[in-house]
């Protein structure tokens, strides 16, 4: 599951001056969004713009796993539209990425401009394992 922003706002320094930073967050067992995800499933999520610069984006993969990946597939193909599927996704995962260094409610940098998640558990031709691949484009779909 991908999330894309304006910019990398949980970063004050340059990859450089924070050192050899990996760019990995993992959320063990959260307490604090029982409303979105009552199994604390843990959320792990991978910093993309620390990755070269030929490769960098301002977007935090989150890998999803198990039932949480059954669970996340069954509520999007539930959903009647692409936009209530972003907004099903940004609200699942604000409790994660509000919690990085810098995020400040309101802020442009700090609010999503992009998700993507796929439903490819579901799909019994997927051999239930897949990576999603797009690039992003800067704006909502």
């Known amino acids: 599951m991908y999330i894309n922003f304006p910019v990398a706002f949980w970063h004050k320094t340059t990859a450089k001056e924070a050192g050899n930073f990996t760019g990995h967050v993992q959320f063990l067992a959260p307490n604090y969004a029982i409303e979105t995800n009552p199994k604390r499933w843990t959320q792990e999520s991978i910093d993309l713009s620390t990755m070269p610069a030929n490769c960098a984006q301002t977007t935090l993969l989150f890998y999803i796993y198990g039932d949480q990946s059954?669970?996340?597939?069954?509520?999007?193909?539930?959903?009647?539209?692409?936009?209530?599927?972003?907004?099903?996704?940004?609200?699942?995962?604000?409790?994660?990425?509000?919690?990085?260094?810098?995020?400040?409610?309101?802020?442009?940098?700090?609010?999503?401009?992009?998700?993507?998640?796929?439903?490819?558990?579901?799909?019994?031709?997927?051999?239930?394992?897949?990576?999603?691949?797009?690039?992003?484009?800067?704006?909502?779909?």
């Open 70 to 141: 059954v669970k996340l597939a069954e509520t999007l193909s539930s959903l009647p539209s692409v936009e209530a599927q972003q907004q099903y996704l940004v609200e699942f995962y604000k409790p994660y990425y509000s919690r990085l260094p810098n995020y400040a409610e309101g802020d442009e940098a700090c609010t999503p401009i992009d998700c993507l998640a796929t439903s490819w558990v579901a799909d019994e031709l997927a051999g239930n394992g897949s990576y999603t691949y797009e690039l992003f484009k800067g704006t909502a779909r």
